[in-house]
């Protein structure tokens, strides 16, 4: 089967005649944009592409979305790249960009009903961006409804953006499929971002200590959770001392058995962890100033307990210069289990 032709569509209208004339007979799907776009978006391109198949049809939105920026922050200087933007999202493999104009998405100016993020929408990013989550649950619900996709891509970098969105369709039977995909780094580790080309090199250096803060957080998660696993499969007994004193393993059931029991260990302990990254990169010039930095349940974005269990996201906020940069990874807490 022959390609289908790729298109560019700045009104709904444009959309309607591609989507009418072009759409094949498979699922449809969407991924939205502001933009600038690097090879994170190429990836949710493809993903889309793969989910659909080669008779699905493929929209990438790109819109830089006036309801989402709050006052001082960086509407005016958002890099705007569209010719390059339709290039790549061609080569990902879509079928058409719905590029649409501020009046277009919003005639008549900004709405004056908007989709309210509730309590979860204050957290985090919410609270230091107060109504950014508003802004965006109303243009993703506009664009849903613009674009009539079965399935949508979003980045997990923005974590917090992908659950309001999972919620808000779940809460409010869109009926359409939201599907997360995983953060795409640079070679350094650094999570790939639009707002990466502000950073000079000696700021890029200090952001860095993002993405290492994660790493460690997630090693020593990793840590504990291997020891606490092996902690299960090792009864504190005599008998069972004396074995693997004879086979050399004393000091790792010892250690299991620490970490599974003492206090110091668990979510604290990956904070701690991450916390002591971020603190040496404040000391550097140019300083990293942490925003914020949160082990929380996706759920409702709130904290984790100490007996946590189930999917986890460890999420780090925070400025270097005048650009801010967040990320995130995921982290799997196992079912605790006591040692006998």
Known sequence: MSRRPFELAPTLDDLTYVRDHFSGSGATAVVMTMGALHEGHAT???AARAHVGPQGFVTVTVFV???QFGKGEDLDRYPRTLDADLALAEQAGADAVFAPSADEVYPGGQPQVRISAGPMGERLEG???PGHFDGVLTVVAKLLHLTRPDVAFFGQKDAQQLAM?????RDLN?????VG??????ADGLALSSRNRYLSPEERRTALALSQALFAGSDRHAAQEALRARAREVPATHARAQALSAIGESRAAADAHAVAQVPGGGPAAIRAAARLLLDDAARLRPALVLDYLALVDPADFTEIPDDFTGEAVLAVAAKVGTTRLIDNIPLHFGTPGAAS
């Open 181 to 186: 995909v995983p953060t795409v780094r640079e």
């Open 65 to 67: 979305n006036p309801l």
């Open 44 to 46: 949710l391109i493809r």
């Open 127 to 129: 609270a230091t961006r």
């Open 165 to 169: 969105i999972r919620r808000m369709v």
């Open 174 to 178: 869109f009926g359409v499929e939201i």
